[in-house]
């Protein structure tokens, strides 16, 4: 799943996707007879009727030699991401009431173990759906900052992610609103 949070003048607000009016978007693909592409709720409800042009858990291959073929039409983990990602564009876009051709700018959270190659191929399909991405972060990592705006605290602060498919844990010193990563690993779960 995606979940898009925007921060204008230090209001944060959660994104909603879809008829389900929902914050997460799911991170899915779907290419139709006609070679239309659906993302999110569409192309799960379409997936299950036809699952050979249905592709999920992409993420999972980021960074790999991996691809998919869906009615025709060729994807990689990337293209895939980029796929997901323009939807994101679209709807901050549209939130925001922004014009086309306004620059989005975001950080992107990805899992602790992605390593160098997973996240340069992350920024690429950010690049790639039109969004100027300012920073690759670790998700635990963007708990953490969220978590400091909120509580007055200095020390070391454990984050530990049960994410859908990862378990990843961060250990961070926080001084005033300074965080400094200590430590990370993460593991895909399969």
């Given at each position: 799943n995606t979940l898009v949070c925007t921060n204008i003048r230090g209001k944060e607000k959660c994104l909603r996707f879809g008829d389900m009016d929902s914050e997460m978007l799911p991170s899915c693909l779907f290419v139709n007879d006609e070679q239309s592409i659906l993302i999110g709720e569409d192309a799960r409800e379409e997936g299950v009727l036809d699952p050979d042009n249905y592709i999920f858990s992409a993420k999972t291959y980021m960074g790999e030699n991996k691809s998919w073929t869906c009615n025709g039409l060729n994807f990689t983990p990337t293209t895939v991401a980029t796929e997901v990602l323009k939807v994101v564009r679209e709807k901050v876009v549209e939130e925001l009431k922004?014009?086309?051709?306004?620059?989005?700018?975001?950080?992107?959270?990805?899992?602790?173990?992605?390593?160098?190659?997973?996240?340069?191929?992350?920024?690429?399909?950010?690049?790639?759906?039109?969004?100027?991405?300012?920073?690759?972060?670790?998700?635990?990592?963007?708990?953490?900052?969220?978590?400091?705006?909120?509580?007055?605290?200095?020390?070391?602060?454990?984050?530990?992610?049960?994410?859908?498919?990862?378990?990843?844990?961060?250990?961070?010193?926080?001084?005033?609103?300074q965080i400094n990563i200590i430590g990370k690993n993460g593991v895909h779960n399969t």
């Amino acid at each position: 799943n995606t979940l898009v949070c925007t921060n204008i003048r230090g209001k944060e607000k959660c994104l909603r996707f879809g008829d389900m009016d929902s914050e997460m978007l799911p991170s899915c693909l779907f290419v139709n007879d006609e070679q239309s592409i659906l993302i999110g709720e569409d192309a799960r409800e379409e997936g299950v009727l036809d699952p050979d042009n249905y592709i999920f858990s992409a993420k999972t291959y980021m960074g790999e030699n991996k691809s998919w073929t869906c009615n025709g039409l060729n994807f990689t983990p990337t293209t895939v991401a980029t796929e997901v990602l323009k939807v994101v564009r679209e709807k901050v876009v549209e939130e925001l009431k922004l014009g086309e051709d306004e620059s989005v700018d975001a950080v992107i959270t990805v899992p602790a173990y992605f390593n160098s190659k997973q996240r340069s191929e992350t920024k690429k399909a950010g690049e790639a759906a039109g969004i100027n991405v300012i920073r690759i972060i670790d998700e635990p990592t963007a708990a953490a900052v969220a978590f400091i705006d909120n509580v007055d605290t200095d020390g070391k602060v454990f984050v530990v992610d049960f994410g859908g498919g990862t378990f990843d844990a961060t250990l961070l010193s926080i001084d005033g609103k300074q965080i400094n990563i200590i430590g990370k690993n993460g593991v895909h779960n399969t």
